[in-house]
């Protein structure tokens, strides 16, 4: 087996050499586990919050063990009565070629029907990034036909299955990315009615007058994954009784510190304001993964993914997610 461990913890920005590749033996099964033969790596901007030790909603990632990551993969050997060789699963494997479950703790393993999902799939749209977009609108937005609804990061995995969600509920959808051809691809194939870069704008007042053409009526519904400028931006523009689902702030997570510059316009919009973490909410996650999956089935939803070739290619393509360099879905095929 390969493995990248985290070794030592970033000290401003994250850097390849807080990772290390290493070669062990998996361990001969016990009964109750199955060996997993991993066919893609997800790489989330959730990871870099666990490699620091500062306070968050969970604990850090240890030194010296092997990275965590969503991963989908094959079951190769069983001895579990549930898992046969040959299955297509989804799990937590970890930044490594293979991994050995326990395969009766409840959620560890979860087997996929790849018939009209292909299986990478199971980790960006229809897995725990499309959940993510479907709690913060289905959940904390509520939205109705007609309202204005606002994402940025907008072409990436939550992004993107934002949009397919709120444009099936009746809803103008708008956009917020980096670059020109994100914000092409916004409109031309994710179905954004329109999609503003941000990259155009020095400061958050120049973006938040692009964000007044693009949404005439006032935005009703915001999707936080960025912070800093961006939500400096778009806080003017909310509507009375507007909601907004705080789901990242990739903007901040190398150490970047972000004032807030006009908090006060939550409470004269009287402004819904509320974060969230998906691992919290499981009970919602079947119904979230039915909807999306049938987005995906019917060509409503079509992500875009990034793929890195091979482990050894892990922390690069982790550091480009912090700088938006994937173009969707960051993936690592590892077969
Ligand atoms: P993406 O696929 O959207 O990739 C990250 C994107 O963030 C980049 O492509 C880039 O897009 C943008 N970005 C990176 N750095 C910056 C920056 N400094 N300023 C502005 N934008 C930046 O990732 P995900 O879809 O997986 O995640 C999106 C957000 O959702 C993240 O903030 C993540 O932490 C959060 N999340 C939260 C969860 C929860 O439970 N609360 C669960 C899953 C994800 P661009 O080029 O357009 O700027």
Known sequence: NQQFLLDNRPAGEAVASNFKLVSSETPPLQDGQVLVRHHYLSLDPYMRGRMSDSKSYTAPQPLGEVMLGGTVGEVVESRSPRFQPGDKVVGMGGWQLYSVVNADEPGA????????????????????????????????????????????????????????????RGCRTVGIAGGPDKCRYA??????????????????????????????????????????????????????????????????????????T??????????????????????????????????????????????AEGLEAAPEAFLGLLKGKNFGKQLVKLI
């Open 109 to 168: 393993l979860r087997k996929v029907d790849t018939s009209h999902v292909p299986l990478s799939y199971y980790l960006g749209a229809v897995g725990m990034p499309g959940v993510t977009a479907w709690y913060g609108l289905v959940k904390i937005i509520e939205p109705k036909a007609g309202e204005t609804m606002v994402v940025s990061a907008a072409t990436g995995a939550v992004g993107s299955a934002f949009a397919a969600l709120a444009k099936a």
């Open 187 to 260: 409109v031309e194939e994710l179905g954004f009615d329109a999609c503003i870069d941000y990259k155009l704008h020095q400061d958050a007042a120049s973006l938040s007058k692009a964000l007044k053409e693009a949404c005439p009526d006032g935005i009703d519904g915001y999707f936080e994954n960025v912070g800093g400028m961006v939500l400096d931006a778009v806080l003017p523009r909310m509507n009375a009784f507007g909601r907004i689902a705080v789901c990242g702030m990739i903007a901040g997570y190398d150490g970047k510190p972000m004032p807030l």
């Open 262 to 307: 006009c908090p006060a316009l939550i409470l004269t919009s009287r402004l819904k304001v509320q974060g969230f973490i998906v691992t919290e909410h499981m009970d919602i996650w079947p119904e979230a993964l039915k909807e999306l999956a049938g987005l995906v089935a019917t060509g409503t939803l079509r992500p875009r993914e990034s793929v």
